[in-house]
């Protein structure tokens, strides 16, 4: 069982809706980021997070310590978020991101 | 402020060759870290500098190796390359060593091994 797991592993929406993305992770963590990763390859850093939420635009990244869960979640979605979304966690244990295996989103008109 | 820069960005190999990747943090970063993103296995941590020093390295084979430069610029090698070496390989930079701290990725260098 792989330390970090995202559901769901591809996602399809149309224009508007409003869109979740889960992680879990089964170790104890210090701080998990959110990346988003578009086809040209590159990895934008979207949130990372230790407690609690934060929000930036459209963009709303929420963490449960205790249950080891965390949520993505883009409102009003657009075609330009089409990517891949990447959970990683920092374990605090050794300075190196273990990685879900992503979800892809793709937005439709 | 310029971003983190990789060169270069697609490169291709034959078997037995070695091969040296660039990363170029951004300005006033100390920490790089390297990863290697195939369809198979994902993004995987291959190793992590701080002022020059390795501090931490992932599960890979001796032909992989790195180094950072006092300017923090860094550098990974591969030799002996495999067709299994054929990747996305991305380096992040941050002020102190990545963890409780926001990383900044390069657009990464596709390697293609044939």
């Known amino acids: 069982k792989n330390e970090v797991e995202q559901s769901p592993q591809n996602l399809t929406a149309q224009e508007g809706e409003f869109i979740t993305i889960n992680c879990s992770y089964s170790v104890g963590i210090s701080a998990l980021h959110w990346l988003q990763q578009h086809p040209g390859g590159g990895i934008v850093s979207l949130f990372m997070l230790s407690s609690g939420k934060k929000k930036h635009g459209r963009l709303i990244a929420t963490i449960n310590i205790q249950e080891k869960h965390s949520s993505l979640h883009i409102t009003a979605s657009h075609p330009r978020d089409s990517a891949v979304y990447i959970c990683?966690?920092?374990?605090?244990?050794?300075?190196?991101?273990?990685f879900g295996t992503g979800t892809r989103l793709q937005v439709t008109l | 402020k310029a971003g983190v820069t990789q060169t270069p960005r697609y490169l291709i190999k034959t078997r037995g060759q070695q091969v040296t990747l660039s990363c170029s943090p951004i300005s006033g970063h100390r920490s790089v870290s390297w990863y290697q993103q195939t369809p198979g296995q994902g993004l995987q941590f291959l190793f992590e500098?701080?002022?020059?020093?390795?501090?931490n390295k992932g599960n890979f084979p001796g032909r992989f190796s790195g180094r950072q430069f006092s300017n923090s610029r860094s550098e990974m090698n591969v030799s002996t390359l495999e067709l299994g070496d054929s990747a996305l390989y991305l380096c992040?930079?941050?002020?102190?060593?990545?963890?409780?701290?926001?990383?900044?990725f390069g657009q990464g260098t596709r390697l293609t091994v044939v």
């Open positions: 500098y701080f002022s020059e020093t390795q501090r």
């Open positions: 992040a930079s941050s002020l102190i060593p990545m963890g409780n701290t926001e990383a900044f």
């Open positions: 990683a966690v920092h374990t605090g244990t050794a300075s190196k991101l273990t």
